[in-house]
Each structure stands twice: as structure tokens, then as C-alpha cells.
């Protein structure tokens, strides 16, 4: 496609996928959950590797699997199904590369570890994981017999063909993109450029700093003042596409008149889009140097009120929101214990006919399955002395879907409106239209007189009783119209929405019954802490579980409380089936250990009544 601002937005792992998955021609729904259940067997392969019973681990099999979260997510395009599948898959092979010391096992995590790097922008967890590996590992290694120096040798090999698979793969897609776009990054959200003038715009102190919002609309106006560049941008800030952003941030935050961090990255690029400077990446890549160097030189000059950058993904005056931790830590937990509701629906609102087009030939849908039904309404409508002659569905955006010309007559819709003027004859129509998500589906219904008038208004509303207006306008005249029936077919009969929905229905308690006793495993563990073995295999796939589940849990806890709304179960679906590995894990090595204690205890006694 053409060089524009969104050619560059998104890290290029789960497009690459798609695409791979499109030549061997396999549906994407089926790869995605391919590639899951392939992850899940890699971790019982690591998790038999330790030594963990094979009843244990088909009961994990069973957790992790038919977790219910996968089950309307893998429905949609979403980046993060692939990172679930991966960071899955990273632990399992870094749990066999610890048992088994081999290097194939080692390679392999560094290329689950690189494709995990280039899938979302969260790149800051994938060293966590690895580090804490590596302090594992060498804990692990360490033995009364093993000297410290053996241990980081042992360590080595695996640690090196980690990294360079890793970091090979990293390198490759990163000088592929500066070849083509001219930045030495995954995304352009990770671009030196554009980091480079969104820092510089964070570098702004406002007057008033505002959570969720850490450009403000006074910190914009400033930057508009000593920087000629960014001042280009200011009409379009000001007009339409700028309050276009701002009601996204006023109907998720409820914060007016401001662009929140969740969106202004998208809306400074499409701003900048508007302005003209998405030509080539050349040209853009200037664009954001020169807005940097320019508000860089007026904060080192002193023209500027400034503040502390730490990390660009995170609102510089994030110690002061610090206090909301504790509530963001319910809000992103409560999404572990969610009461899952699968529902029949089959794609995003907002896709038209030309995109769902592309979705159902890269995805491999079959055009019949992304439906959920067929709508049928039929009603009367006209207008006095100007008879509707088209009835049509407008499913957005002036697409039309389905229309008639077909009008019955209707004697006693004439008879009741005679006294107010004269009535067309025929009046009466019916019209189907397709049916992807809900019952009533979105978008507009538009009628058409014989003189050329339009009238439209929302189906929903139009369903519902209320009139549809000329030209859409609120203050247009009504049209004479009422839906007196309806009737939704279902396309399919599709079992397995009864059956997920059972599932997800008692896999709630599941997980919130396995937590109260995995809280009281913790409680006995840290009691019998000295009984625990370093180098206990169970152990180390525990510790590796835990990282790999709090630091992502931790993370978006700190998102939520300081930058934007981070409660949407998508964000945790990566670790929300290693969640309930850990659990089962936790709640076995506890019981085990009582076990053990208990046997101990027994032999002492035997031993001294001897």
C-alpha cells in the first residue's frame, strides 16, 4: 500500500503471521488456536521435564486449554491472541532449556522471545523474563558441590544461544524496517523520531496536570509558541479532527476538551497525516526531529516550564497518581475472576463491506459464518402526496446493503390518515439485511420519495418508534413510519456458543475457588520455607510462572492507575491460562511439602519410640 500514517503503526510479527497463515490457506481462527494448544503442550512437556506427574499435568492441559477468555478473542484479529500463544510457549522452552541444559531448547526461546519483542509494545517485559531466567538458572545450577563459577559456566551456552537467537531476529526486523521506513525500530511507536518529539511534548509541564492526559491542551499551546513546526498542526488540533480525539478521551474518561494518552499517539500521527507530512518516511521522520530539537532548545533555554521524562509510556507525573494503585490493582484483578459471556457475534462494529471483504480472504472466513442471521423488518412509510419509492439499509458510511422498491398497498393505514391529507396507495415494504453482531444491527435506514427527498434515522431507533428525519437532521421534517414486525433468522445453529458458555460459567468459580486455596498454599510454604530445596525443579517452574504472570499484572496495574483505562481482558489474556498452571502448581507443591513434613514427622517418632 501507499506510504502513509498508518503503514508503520503496528509491530510487524502478528501482520507476518496473518500472511503466513494466508498462503498455506489455513482459516486464522484455526491457526491461532493451533498454535495455543501447540504452546500449551510445549509447557507440559517442560512441566513433565521437571517432574510433574502425569495426572497433573493433563488436569493443567485441561485448565489452560479450555480457558474461557480464547474462546470470543480468538474470534477477533487481535495482536494479543499470538502473544498469548508465545509467551506460553517462551516459559515452556525456558523451563526445558533450564532441565535439560541442551542448546536446541535454548535457540528456541530466544526465537519465541524475539517474535514476542516484535507482536506488541510491551517490549520491557520480554528482559524481565529473561533475566529473571537467568537468576533462576544459575540459583538452580548452584549445589553444595557446584561452585559459583562452574554454575555461570554451565549457564553460559544456553544463556548465549538465547540472546543471539533473540537479538538476530530482533536486528532483522528492525534493519528491514529501516530500510524501508527509514527508522531502526519495530513500530514507529518505538521510532527515534517520533519518541524523540513525543518525549520533548511530555518534557512540558502544565499548568494544571491532569491524569490520563499527559500532553495537555495549555502544554500543546505552548509548544505551538516556540515551535514554528508543531504550530502547523495547530488548526487541525483545534478543528474537527481534534475534538474528533477529544470525545474519545471524554467518553472513556469523561475528562472534556483533552486528548488522553490512549489516543494521542494515534491522534498526533493522523494529525500529522492531515497536515501533509506522511509523503514518504523521509519526510515524516524530519517532521518529528525538527518538532523535537525545536521544544528541546526552548526547554534548555529556559522559555519553557519542564519536567522529568522517565519512560515514554509513562505519564511523567506518575508518582503523583501512585495513590490510585491499590484501586487499579481490583479493578485488573477482578478481570481473572471475569464472568465470561460468549456471545454470537462475529466481527468488529465498525467494518464495512470493502474491509470485511479483505478480512474474510486474509483470515480465511467463510463469508456464510460471519453472519449470526438474517433481520427481516416490514413496516409502512410515507409521506402525503409524495410517495416513498426506496427503502434501503445503510450500513455506514453511504454503503448500501440491501434495498426494495416494492410497496404493498394498505387500505387502513390510508383510511386512518385521510383526514390529514392524501395517502400513497402503496405503503407497505419489507426489507432483509444481514446480521453480524446483536439482534438489530447498526447503521441506517433511508427512505427515498418520488420527488428525491431523503429521510434516514438509526434502525435501532427507527425499530423502536422514532420517526426517521429528511436529510438525517434532527430538525427535519419526519416521515410517517412505523416497524410493525420483525424477525431475526439465525444463519447457523451453532452448538458450540451453548457449550463455551457452560464452560466459561463454571470455569469462574474454578478459578476463584483455586485462588483462596493457592493463598492458603503461599501462607504454608513461606511457613515450611526452609524445607524447600533450591534446586527443586518444581520450584524453579514456579518462580518462572510467577514472573512471567506478575510482571505483565504488574505492569498494567501501573498503567491504569497513571496512564489510560487498562481494564480490558485482552491485556491479561497472555497469562491469564498460565495463571491457572500456577495455581493448580502452587496448591500441588504446597500439598506436597505437608505431605512430606508429615511423613518426616512420623519416621522421627517411629525412630524414637525404637
Known amino acids: ?35 495455543q494448544i501447540g504452546a500449551y503442550c510445549v509447557l507440559i512437556a517442560a512441566l513433565r521435564s521437571a517432574a510433574v506427574p502425569r495426572w497433573l499435568c493433563l488436569s493443567i492441559f485441561t485448565a489452560v486449554v479450555l480457558h474461557p477468555t480464547g474462546f470470543q478473542l480468538n474470534n477477533l484479529v487481535e495482536a494479543d491472541t499470538l502473544y498469548a500463544a508465545l509467551l506460553t510457549y517462551a516459559v515452556g522452552v525456558l523451563i526445558l532449556t533450564l532441565h535439560t541444559r541442551r542448546i536446541a531448547p535454548a535457540i528456541f526461546s530466544g526465537i519465541a522471545l524475539g517474535i514476542l519483542w516484535n507482536t506488541r509494545e510491551e517490549s520491557l517485559l520480554i528482559p524481565v523474563l529473561f533475566v529473571s531466567y537467568l537468576l533462576v538458572a544459575f540459583v538452580y545450577e548452584k549445589t ?22 533473540g537479538a538476530v531476529l530482533i536486528l532483522a526486523v528492525y534493519s ?20 524523540a518529539a513525543y518525549r520533548a511534548l511530555l518534557r512540558i509541564k502544565p499548568t494544571r496536570p491532569q491524569r490520563f492526559v499527559g500532553v495537555t491542551r495549555d502544554a500543546r499551546e505552548a509548544a505551538f509558541q516556540v515551535s514554528p513546526t508543531f504550530a502547523q498542526l495547530r488548526p487541525y488540533f483545534e478543528g474537527d479532527l481534534g475534538r474528533d480525539w477529544e470525545m474519545e478521551t471524554l467518553s472513556t474518561h469523561g475528562i472534556p476538551h483533552e486528548i488522553g494518552n490512549a489516543w494521542f499517539l494515534w491522534a498526533l500521527r493522523d494529525i ?27 526547554c534548555h533555554q529556559g522559555r519553557l516550564p519542564t519536567r522529568w521524562v522517565f519512560f515514554d509510556f509513562l505519564d511523567p507525573e506518575f508518582l503523583r497518581y501512585l495513590r490510585f494503585v491499590p484501586q487499579s ?7 481473572f475472576v471475569w464472568r465470561h459471556k460468549i456471545s454470537r457475534d462475529r466481527e468488529d462494529a465498525i467494518l464495512r463491506t470493502p474491509e470485511r471483504l479483505l478480512y474474510d480472504e486474509m483470515a480465511g472466513r467463510r463469508a456464510v459464518l460471519t453472519r449470526i442471521g438474517t433481520l427481516r423488518l416490514v413496516g409502512w412509510a410515507f409521506d402525503f402526496d409524495d410517495p416513498v419509492q426506496l427503502v434501503a439499509y445503510d450500513s455506514g458510511g453511504g454503503e448500501i446493503v440491501s434495498a426494495t422498491t416494492h410497496f404493498s398497498p394498505r387500505f387502513d393505514i390510508v383510511e386512518s390518515f385521510k383526514e390529514r391529507g392524501r395517502v400513497p396507495e402503496n405503503i407497505e415494504f419489507g426489507l432483509s439485511m444481514e446480521v453480524r453482531r446483536g439482534k438489530i444491527p447498526a447503521g441506517e435506514l433511508l427512505f427515498v420519495t418520488q420527488s428525491g427527498r431523503k429521510f434516514s434515522g438509526w434502525v435501532s431507533a427507527i ?13 427535519g421534517a419526519p416521515l410517517m413510519c412505523q416497524i410493525f414486525a420483525r424477525k431475526f433468522t439465525p444463519s447457523i445453529v451453532n452448538h458450540s456458543i451453548r457449550h463455551e458458555n457452560n464452560i466459561a460459567t463454571y470455569y469462574w468459580y474454578f478459578v476463584f475457588a483455586f485462588s483462596l486455596l493457592a493463598t492458603v498454599a503461599v501462607l504454608a510454604l513461606i511457613i515450611f520455607f526452609r524445607r524447600l530445596r533450591i534446586r527443586d525443579s518444581l520450584n524453579a517452574v514456579i518462580i518462572l510462572l510467577v514472573i512471567a504472570v506478575a510482571s505483565r499484572f504488574g505492569l498494567f496495574v501501573l498503567l491504569d492507575a497513571t496512564c489510560f483505562n487498562g481494564q480490558d481482558v485482552r491485556y491479561l489474556f497472555p497469562v491469564m491460562p498460565l495463571y491457572s498452571a500456577l495455581l493448580i502448581l502452587l496448591i500441588y507443591r504446597a500439598a506436597r511439602l505437608a505431605l512430606s513434613s508429615r511423613a518426616t514427622s512420623v519416621a522421627r517418632s517411629t525412630t524414637k519410640i525404637s
Open 329 to 335: 490493582v481490583d479493578r485488573i484483578s477482578s478481570l
Open 272 to 298: 500529522v497525516s492531515h497536515a501533509g507530512f506522511y509523503n514518504d518516511p523521509e519526510a515524516t521522520r524530519r517532521f518529528y526531529r525538527q518538532v523535537a530539537a525545536e521544544i528541546d532548545l526552548a
Open 1 to 35: 500500500m501507499p506510504y502513509g500514517w498508518t503503514a508503520f503503526i503496528r509491530p510487524p510479527a502478528y501482520p507476518l503471521f496473518i500472511a503466513m497463515v494466508h498462503e498455506f490457506g489455513i482459516p486464522l481462527r484455526i491457526a491461532i488456536e493451533l498454535l
Open 176 to 195: 528491514a524496517n529501516y530500510f524501508v521506513f527509514h527508522e531502526f525500530a519495530k513500530s514507529q511507536s518505538s521510532s527515534p523520531s517520533f519518541n
Open 463 to 475: 425499530v423502536f418508534g422514532e420517526a426517521p428525519r429528511e436529510n438525517s437532521a434532527p430538525t
Open 144 to 165: 553444595e558441590t557446584v561452585s559459583w563459577r562452574d554454575a555461570g559456566k554451565i549457564l553460559l551456552k544456553p544463556a548465549l544461544s538465547i540472546f543471539l537467537a
